[in-house]
């Protein structure tokens, strides 16, 4: 990992570069396939302040000579599972079973955003481990869009498995199990 340093943050800290972390936020998902404008951004930024608060909330920071050049945030999946955001599709795609048993009160990974200049250097890697490395038992999870292809071959080269098939389409969001969640030998493959 090229020069950068990663720090865990509290959500106090994280609000505190609220700067910084959009302008990583703004530059990661900017591109295809998520093409998201300022507006997106500043949304970030209004979600980081409530996320900060939930049960579990953990982040983290890369930088490279002070500046920041990554981020990742993650908390606890909540019981019963929650039906705002995409939950309702993740609840959909591996059914309310194994929701309520693989996801609930697992670490959920909910952003990992990485400047265009710190990717391929293992940023994104240091990122992900320091916001799931206590994640309980090893049970963490995230999921992604099924047109990140990038963000997908990344999370598979780490180890993470792949535990629903996204839309017929090639839409949708893909979901995965963390490279140490104890249910990830109960997926059937290949995805």
Known sequence: MS????????????????????RVYAEAFAG????????AADGFIRRLAGDATRYGFSAAGAFQDGRPVGLATAWTTPTPFPADRSYPRVAAALGTDRTAEW???????????????ARGQGVGAALLDAVTTNAPEGRCWLLT?????DAIG???????????????DGTGIVVFLGPRHPARTAVTGPL
């Open 3 to 22: 020069g950068a340093v990663i720090r865990r943050l509290s959500g106090a800290e994280l609000l505190a570069r609220q700067d910084d972390v959009r």
């Open 32 to 39: 295809p396939p998520w093409f998201e404008d300022a507006p």
């Open 103 to 117: 996801l609930c009160g697992s670490r959920q990974v909910d952003e990992l955003a990485l400047a265009t200049a």
């Open 145 to 149: 869009s099924a047109r990140a292809r």
């Open 154 to 168: 990344f999370y598979r080269h780490l180890g993470w498995v792949q535990a629903a098939r996204p839309a017929a």
